[in-house]
């Protein structure tokens, strides 16, 4: 199995600043394409980044030019530095990865438990 573990959440006033962490581990896989995605209070889970192993990246609108995403495939480890927050970026940020079982073509998708990040004031 894969396992993701989330850091660095946590409370920042607008304009400020968070890097979020994610480190995956499991024996045996092949970590892929990571990235994160968000959830609001009574929202649905959104998308915000993702990154392959090779570094091509994807935003979505509202974090571009804000919100840069990068990994070390060494650390099997994806980050999410946060730059000029805003009150609307509030939310459970989770970590996820498609991970592919090594020597085989059988690949999933898996979940962080979440960090919660607050913009406020």
């Known amino acids: 199995q894969v396992q993701l573990v989330e850091s660095g959440g946590g409370l920042v006033q607008p304009g400020g600043s968070l890097r979020l962490s994610c480190a995956a581990s499991g024996s045996g896989f092949s970590m892929n394409v990571m990235g994160w995605y968000r959830q609001a209070p009574g929202q649905q889970r959104e998308f915000v980044a993702y990154i392959t192993t090779d570094g091509s990246t994807n935003y979505a609108d509202s974090v571009k030019g804000r919100f840069t995403i990068s990994r070390d495939n060494v650390k099997n480890t994806v980050y999410l530095q946060m730059n000029s927050l805003k009150p609307e970026d509030t939310a459970v940020y989770y970590c996820?990865?498609?991970?592919?079982?090594?020597?085989?073509?059988?690949?999933?998708?898996?979940w962080g438990q979440g960090t919660q990040v607050t913009v406020s004031s």
């Open positions: 996820n990865c498609n991970a592919q079982r090594i020597g085989t073509f059988l690949a999933n998708v898996y």
